[in-house]
């Protein structure tokens, strides 16, 4: 797999290109081998460069920068930053309560500059490649596989700062960086910038790959749809980040990138069991319903493997086994009770929040929710040696941030030494994670049917998935829970008739459930246009249980993106124009 088994040429890029960045380190080496620069351009030597950018998505993020963006999401009502109180990652707790953000806070320019850098490697490349045998089929895929790189980054920047300069020009000088402006586009034009990367990717990538780290058309079709989505919900209104209009055009492109037979012929479909998604032995890792994942790796010759480290700080504490679990990201109390069902075993659309579950009350729920948060009375990654509770030795903070756990990102404690590493006093795995996976995809597309009153179609899709939702009440690694922690299981279909709004309304909440703490709700928030509304409803009615969300406000056409950093708008010569809000 790509980035398990050449992570160690990162540096080559650098060789080739005279960086001065490695030479210290290069002058301690003994060489093995030399490339000129037109063998390196060689289709049998073009992977040694390529590698720096595909690695950049391992060793660029950490995990107060993880290139999935948890740490931004915990501005949204799925989640609490955590940790051990309020000064611990106390920016990020700004954030999530929407107030006293300054543009000088550390988290934005260190996650907008790992982004750039992991782009330099990018936009390197693709010059390299750019200079090689254009007729060469190695080298058409190659330049492929960059651009949606280069897409990729691009496409996250984009979600969190809304204006940003676009590093696509070929073979840019320090002139041209230092010239870069980050109102260029239009937001409607930066979209498509992105667009452009991709379909000229997918026109050349093929069905499947003998490297699963690299993308395939399937991975750059989801990809394809999910710009497209964001594209449709128009906020070109320089003074405003509000949805203007809403694009049936680019509704329509989400609609023809999420065509099944795109998916099915490559063997994309979902998993029996969600959990599935979020385990890290080999034989669950990159299956069918993972249609592109950033590739993390153990035992290959480094000190620690090629571990994700990005996660680490959400890792809980577990007495005598995670002491030293620093226990962010914590699920909210408002999710939690989202999970609740009715008599129909659909959810409570509108009074999900009115009443708090707790585990063995008579209330059902969908078994979504115990893949997704661990909950006290239950197991800790579903190994009964450690069972949840509400008690100091489970919660760093000793509750102020509650004890729910998030599961998804973390791996059973049984598997320490195998999938689970210590590293320096705090735990990584090996685990990958999933970018695009095709749940994803399938509301993708019921969301642009819905938008475009195809209500009945899209319904059907919103049923698909919880189809396997209620499949998991016998089938699954929480279908015992009933018998031993007393819950209560119900998952229906959706019946009869639904107007545009309803079906919206029904393809919302889906996406809450089958996709919370993956590090999108936030985003789609924003993209829908409703943050301002869902998350100051949220803080009245969370603060009256978690007492540090007291004082939240989220301000309209300010809190959806972060600030452009004040290092950036300091050393852009002038060329960068801050978002609106007054920062």
Known sequence: MIMKTIYRSICAICVICGFMSCSNFLEEQVPQATLTQDEVKNPEYIDNVLISAYAGLVSIE???ASFSLWNYDTRSDDAYVGGSDFSDGEPFHRLEKSTGVMTTDWPFSSIWTRFYNYLSRVSLSLDILASADQENATIKQRTAEMKFLRAY?????????????????????????NNLSNTEYTNDEGWQQIINDLEDAYAVLPVTQADKGRPTKAACAAFLAKVYLYKAYHQDDANSNQVTSISDADLQKVVEYTNPSIYTAAGYGLEPDLHNNFRPEEQYENGKESIWAIQYSRNDGTVYGNLNFSYRLIVPCIPKVHDSGCD?????HNLVSAYRTNSDGLPMLDTFADTEYTVGSAQTVDPRLFVTVGVPGTPYMFNTSFMIAESNAWSRSGG???????LKQNVDPALTDSYLYLCDSQWASSMNRIVLRYADVLLMRAEAQAQLGQTSEAIALVNQVRERAAGMITSSVVSNYPNKYGVHYAVGKYSGSYSKDEAMKIVKMERRLELAMESERFFDL?????????????????????NFLSGSQFTANKNEYLPVPFEQMAASNGHYTQNCGQW
């Open 62 to 64: 950490d995990m107060n």
């Open 153 to 177: 980054g691009h496409f996250q920047l984009k979600r969190l700062f809304k204006k940003i300069p676009f590093v696509n020009k070929p073979n840019m000088t320090e002139e041209d960086y």
């Open 328 to 332: 962010f990201y914590k699920p909210s």
């Open 400 to 406: 102020t941030f509650g004890y729910f756990v998030s």
């Open 526 to 546: 924003v993209r829908w246009g409703d943050a301002a509304t869902v998350l100051n409803k949220y803080y009245s009615t969370e603060s009256e249980k978690m």
